[in-house]
């Protein structure tokens, strides 16, 4: 079974530019998340779907970021225009959606997006 | 203060050792809590879930200790494979968000 993969792997881009990120999750996982490690720092999340709908994008930065799921299936990540502090690893995380075990959801992640601005 | 709190290390260990990490957190409403292991570039991969009770895995022991909002990882009988960053992850009651530790690094010598 594929894991979540996420595109590109790597991007390098210029201040001012746009960049847009995508993540493929598993099959069949109606969660996913986008979450984020700047240099030196611990990774944060950034915002959760279930299925197309936004759940909590309490860790967006700022609204320079949109990020979008339609259909419930793939989603992406668009950094509009991107600024120095925006560069670090993107990751996109899924997991199944089970209420009655909150405790054991695991979340799968892709291999990131190292995102540079210079 | 950071709500999930690790010693980044590194751990410099030989193969066979055995080394603890622990892992405290600020929240009390934290429900879930996990060991995810992320390899040099790579993604973060769940190591094992922590329980109330402690489990084992293997060479892997977790505890959570509720009263003191701490999480501890043994790794017994050190392996070079285990050379990795383990990650401290917690989950709030009610939410999907996972708050993630800076990691500790861990490295283990021949």
């Known amino acids: 079974e594929a894991g979540v993969t996420q595109f590109p792997s790597h991007s390098v881009i210029e201040k001012g530019q746009t960049v847009t990120l995508r993540c493929d999750p598993i099959?069949?996982?109606?969660?996913l998340y986008w979450y984020r490690r700047v240099m030196g720092k611990e990774i944060k999340f950034l915002l959760h779907?279930?299925?197309?709908?936004?759940?909590?994008e309490s860790g967006m930065p700022n609204n320079r970021f949109l990020a979008e799921r339609t259909g419930g299936t793939y989603s992406t990540l668009k950094v509009q225009p991107a600024e120095l502090e925006d560069s670090g690893v993107y990751f996109c995380?899924?997991?199944?959606?089970?209420?009655?075990?909150?405790?054991?959801?695991?979340?799968?992640f892709g291999q990131g997006t190292r995102l540079t601005v210079v | 203060r950071k709500e999930v709190e690790q010693d980044p290390g590194p751990f410099n260990v030989p193969e066979g050792a055995t080394v603890a990490f622990n892992c405290t957190y600020s929240?009390?409403?934290?429900?879930?809590f996990f060991w995810y292991r992320q390899d040099c570039r790579k993604e973060p991969k769940l190591l094992m879930s922590?329980?109330?009770s402690g489990n084992e895995d293997g060479r892997f022991t977790a505890q959570l200790n509720r009263a003191s909002q701490y999480i501890s990882l043994l790794i017994r009988d050190s392996k070079l494979s285990d050379s990795a960053t383990y990650l401290c992850?917690?989950?709030?009651?009610?939410?999907?968000?996972?708050?993630f530790g800076t990691g500790t690094r861990l490295k283990v010598l021949a």
């Open positions: 995380a899924s997991s199944q959606v089970s209420r009655l075990e909150w405790g054991k959801t695991e979340a799968f």
């Open positions: 922590v329980y109330s």
């Open positions: 099959s069949g996982h109606d969660n």
């Open positions: 779907f279930v299925k197309e709908s936004k759940q909590d």
């Open positions: 929240n009390s409403a934290s429900q879930s």
């Open positions: 992850v917690v989950k709030k009651s009610g939410t999907y968000k996972y708050i």
